[in-house]
């Protein structure tokens, strides 16, 4: 009995500390260096899975912005957009691995030339929005009101 609780106590506590989608997405589109890499500290304390190691990929990439050298920042972006892409490859129908990816190419400067993704992920996105749990939704619908490929008339 005595192991029955502490384990549904430690599985609780390790399930407590998971990142919240809405703060996870907060960080993302906010402009906070410090905030980015708090999230992707607490983010490397949690147990590995896909959407974790996107999540990573996603801010590692936006953490480039705030590189001293343009060097950095290309060395940066590329390796979260590497992190990003290997759990897209494993999951290339996970539609929120796909707003992701659609949020940072629609995003990063045109140097960069990350942008091949859009229109397939935007239609994509489209295509699965009304499957979507109700915070993803709302989330997206959030981002497409600034969106040039994701426009909230076509989701909604």
């Keep these: 009995m005595k192991s029955v609780i502490l384990i549904t106590l430690l599985t609780f506590s390790i399930s407590s500390f998971a990142i919240e989608k809405s703060t996870f997405y ?19 304390k949690e147990k590995s899975s896909s959407l974790n190691n996107a999540y990573k990929g996603a801010l ?30 494993k999951q290339p129908n996970n539609l929120e691995l796909r707003f992701l990816r659609l949020a940072i190419q629609e995003n990063c400067p045109k140097i960069l030339k990350y942008n091949s ?15 979507l749990e109700n915070k993803l939704k709302a989330i997206i619908l959030d981002y497409s009101k600034g969106s040039k490929a994701l426009t909230s008339n076509k989701i909604q």
Excluded at 26 to 43: A, D, P, R
Excluded at 71 to 84: H, N, T
Excluded at 118 to 124: C, P, V
């Design 26 to 44: 907060k960080v993302l589109s906010g402009k906070s260096e410090t905030e980015i890499g708090n999230t992707i500290q607490q983010l490397n």
């Design 117 to 131: 993704n859009i229109t397939s992920d935007s239609n994509a996105i489209i295509e699965g929005y009304s499957k």
């Design 60 to 89: 590692i990439a936006k953490q480039a912005e705030f590189a001293k050298s343009a060097v950095e920042k290309v060395k940066l972006f590329k390796s979260g957009v590497k992190l990003l892409e290997a759990e897209i490859a």
